[in-house]
């Protein structure tokens, strides 16, 4: 946990020309200068013409932590359960006097 608080925190401050949104995939690579930047064009996209060294993709999530891509479809499947979990509603029998059975002091 505290690894990928880290690599979140670095990533924020990588260089960036536009307004990164939750949801999207990011292409991080490094100039020769040793700069990393964050491109919206992958590798593929760029093709023979890529500019710099492609070094990973990233997803923003929605509480601004970063999924590599090649983590995205597992990290989708485990935020669909809890979603699943949150979303059923659990009725508790109401109860009309305190209960301390089983309580000792």
């Known amino acids: 946990v505290l690894e ?3 690599r979140d925190a670095d990533l924020h401050h990588v260089a960036c020309n536009f307004v990164k949104k939750p949801g999207n995939t990011y292409y991080l690579y490094r100039r020769e200068s040793g700069q990393r930047y964050f491109s919206l064009l992958s590798p593929k996209e760029w093709g023979a013409n890529c500019p710099s060294e492609f070094l990973a993709g990233y997803r923003l ?5 970063w999924t590599p891509s090649d983590e ?15 979303d059923q509603q659990a009725v508790l029998p109401p109860c009309s006097e305190p209960n301390f ?5």
């Open 72 to 86: 995205a479809e597992k990290r989708d499947a485990e935020l669909n359960v809890l979603e699943k979990l949150l």
């Open 4 to 6: 990928d608080a880290k």
């Open 61 to 65: 999530q929605h509480d601004l932590s």
């Open 101 to 105: 059975r089983g309580l000792t002091m």
